[in-house]
């Protein structure tokens, strides 16, 4: 004899409808999470947008600021402005000018009979140059 529908338990009549429920949710939350990630992309996209035309943007402010910088230091600038502010600056003399020698070996071989030994003042104070007398 066929059983009657309404002798079957409860959870035998809720097994098909709960899958159906949870394949539903699953396929749901996968279609969420989608269109969720291809938002984040779209938002990274113009972030992505957004910073370059600002690098570009600081690019070109930084090669101008550049160029302006160049300009202010050029000797014909810098003299403009001294005449401008009236300071009294003149060119250095060539008597007022110390120039040091850069020697490769700061310290010389003590074998070597050539070069004098350096003192510790020679070392740590450069000289100044001075014309030759003609007696010397």
């Known amino acids: 004899m066929a059983r ?25 939350g996968f279609g969420v999470g989608y269109v969720w990630q291809q938002n984040q992309l779209l938002e990274l996209g113009r972030q992505k947008a957004g910073k370059e035309k600002r690098l ?16 202010l230091q050029a000797p014909k600038s810098l003299e403009n402005r ?10 250095a003399q060539p008597t007022q000018v110390v120039r040091l020698v850069d020697r490769a ?3 010389p071989e003590p074998s070597s ?14 000289r100044r140059r001075t014309a030759a007398a003609p007696g010397q």
């Open 4 to 28: 009657n529908r309404k002798n079957q338990s409860a959870a035998v009549r809720f097994g098909p409808a709960l899958k159906a429920l949870l394949i539903c949710l699953f396929i749901g």
């Open 56 to 71: 570009s943007t600081l690019r070109v402010q930084n090669n101008q600021l550049a160029r302006n910088l160049s300009e």
């Open 82 to 91: 001294v005449k401008e502010l009236n300071l009294g600056l003149s060119l």
């Open 105 to 107: 070996d700061a310290s």
């Open 113 to 126: 009979k050539s070069a004098p030994a350096l003192t510790q003042t020679d070392r740590q104070y450069a």
